[in-house]
C-alpha cells in the first residue's frame, strides 16, 4: 500500500509541475488561469493521498477546504479577465 | 477486496490526471486546454476521492469513517464547481479577445452573438474603455 501511495504522489507531482509548467509558459492569462484551476484539483487529490498515507483524516479537511477556495479563486479571475484585453 | 477496488479506482484516477495535465502541456488553444485538462482532471479527482472512501470505510483506519464522508463531500463539491469554472474561464477568455486556433472547424457562440462579422474579427476585445491616461490629458 506505501509502495502504491508512493508511486501515487510521485505521478501526481509530475502532473503538477506540467501544470507548473503551463502557468509559466501560457501565453495569455486564461492560460494560466486554467492551470491554476488544475493545479488546484490537483492538491484535492494529493491530500487524499497523503490522508490514507499517515492515516489522519484532517487532509480532508484541508482538501474541503483547498476546493471551495480555488472554485472562488478561479471565479474572480474569470471574472477579472471578461472585461480586459488578453495580454492585459 | 476492498483494498484492491480501491487500489483500481485510485491507479485509473491518478492516469486520467496525468493525461489531462499532458493535454494542458500539448494542445493548441486556450479552449482546447480547458476542454481537456478540466474534464480529465475532475474525473481522475473524483476517481482518487472515490477510492480513498472505498478504502477508509473497508479497512478500518481510525477516524476512516469521517474520512469517506469528507472524501464523498469533497467528490460532490468537484463535481459541482468544476464545470462552471471551466466554463468561466472559456467565456472570460473569449470576451477578454482570445481567437481560436486556425485549425479550429466552428465557433456557435461567435456566430450567434456577431453573425455579421467575418469569422476572424468574432472574438471581441474590450475596445469600448478608453485606454488608461487618455482621459485626464484632454483636461
Known amino acids: 500500500m506505501t509502495t502504491f501511495l ?16 503551463r502557468i509559466g509558459q501560457g501565453p ?36 474541503i477546504a483547498w476546493a471551495l477556495l480555488s472554485f472562488i479563486g478561479t471565479i474572480a479571475l474569470a471574472k477579472y479577465l471578461e472585461g480586459r484585453y488578453y495580454d492585459e | 477486496m476492498n483494498e484492491i477496488a480501491a487500489h483500481i479506482l485510485i491507479g485509473v484516477g491518478l492516469g486520467f490526471d496525468l493525461f489531462g495535465c499532458i493535454g494542458l502541456v ?20 473524483c476517481m482518487i476521492l472515490v ?9 478500518g483506519i481510525e477516524g476512516g469513517s469521517a474520512m469517506g464522508i469528507k472524501a464523498l463531500l469533497c467528490a460532490v463539491f468537484i463535481l459541482l464547481t468544476s464545470p462552471v469554472a471551466a466554463h468561466a474561464i472559456a467565456r472570460g477568455a473569449y470576451k477578454s479577445g482570445v481567437r481560436l486556433w486556425e485549425g479550429s472547424v466552428i465557433d456557435r457562440y461567435g456566430e450567434e452573438k456577431h453573425p455579421s462579422r467575418p469569422p476572424d474579427e468574432r472574438t471581441e476585445p474590450a475596445r469600448t474603455r478608453e485606454p488608461l491616461g487618455a482621459s485626464r490629458e484632454g483636461r
Request: proline content about 2%; some cysteine; glycine content about 8%.
Open chain 1, 28 to 63: 495569455t492569462a486564461p492560460d494560466r488561469t486554467v492551470a491554476i484551476d488544475i493545479l488546484g484539483t490537483l492538491v484535492v487529490g494529493f491530500c487524499c493521498i497523503m490522508a490514507l498515507w499517515t492515516g489522519h483524516d484532517f487532509y480532508m479537511n484541508v482538501a
Open chain 1, 6 to 21: 508512493l508511486i501515487g504522489a510521485l505521478v501526481l507531482l509530475l502532473s503538477a509541475f506540467l501544470c507548473l509548467y
Open chain 2, 26 to 45: 500539448r494542445l493548441p488553444d486556450v479552449y482546447n486546454r480547458v476542454q481537456a485538462a478540466t474534464k480529465c482532471v475532475t474525473l481522475g479527482t
Open chain 2, 51 to 59: 477510492g480513498t472512501l472505498v478504502r477508509a470505510w473497508g479497512a
